[in-house]
């Protein structure tokens, strides 16, 4: 009899609990975060080349890598007309620099993974199944021009800077324009000396010194140190 009494005073206590609660819980709206795709993918559609630029819609590596422009694609003939650095990450509206381009269409946008130097090198990366191909649709130009009655803008050049930093260029990837210059800053006490191939020898940099160079052609600069080659970096300059 006891346990009788006991059983009844739960359900009777259960039953006062869902009178306060309003009954079974409400159903509810959810937001899902959906993790990222784990297979590389490269969206692009038509366009014109504006402002010497073509436009990715949307990417995604999963591992850093590069989004690579190639004229003629497959063929002997081929040539890099773009390449933009893409970190692990999705990423959208990329802009890529329009570089070697005579007027070729389609363009074969192609995703390839960095090797591990963290430098561009269409031979040595690992292209990836991901080959988009665009059309460069009639109109293409390769500069926007805004006439004015009163004055015309010229650009001004800039000064860059990258820091040597923990045997590191930070940043080590860079988009400039012709005419700019680039400073490096060895912040190490370790020297450094900036080589790129047929292009600059900054030699024998200590500790607070600085080199400079000056940028006055339009291309997709490799960079490394000679002292210790893990160390590399890569300067876009655009016209």
Request: one cysteine or more.
């Amino acid at each position: 009899m006891k346990k009788n009494k006991i059983i009844a005073l739960l359900a009777l206590f259960m039953f006062f609990c869902g009178c306060l609660g309003g009954g079974p819980p409400k159903s509810s709206s959810t937001t899902i975060t959906l993790e990222a795709n784990s297979e590389p993918y490269l969206k692009i559609n038509s366009q014109k080349i504006i402002m010497n630029q073509f436009s990715v819609d949307e990417a995604y590596l999963n591992k850093p890598g590069f989004i690579v422009l190639i004229a003629g694609y497959g063929g002997n003939d081929s040539v890099v007309v773009g390449v933009s650095p893409i970190f692990e990450d999705a990423a959208r509206n990329i802009n890529i620099a329009v570089l070697n381009y005579s007027g070729q269409s389609p363009i074969h946008a192609v995703a390839c993974y960095d090797n591990g130097d963290g430098v561009f090198n269409y031979s040595a990366d690992v292209q990836t199944d991901v080959v988009v191909v665009f059309n460069v649709t009639e109109g293409t130009t390769s500069t926007t021009t805004i006439s004015t009655t009163s004055s015309t803008t010229l650009y001004e050049p800039k000064l860059e800077h990258i820091v040597i930093n923990d045997f590191e260029f930070k940043p080590d990837n860079l988009v400039i324009h012709k005419g700019d210059s680039v400073k490096w800053i060895n912040q190490d006490s370790a020297e450094h000396r900036i080589i790129a191939s047929n292009v600059f020898d900054s030699g024998t940099i200590r500790e607070d010194e600085n080199f400079v160079y000056t940028f006055t052609m339009e291309g997709v600069y490799h960079y490394k140190c000679d002292f210790y080659p893990v160390m590399t970096g890569l300067i876009i300059v655009e016209g």
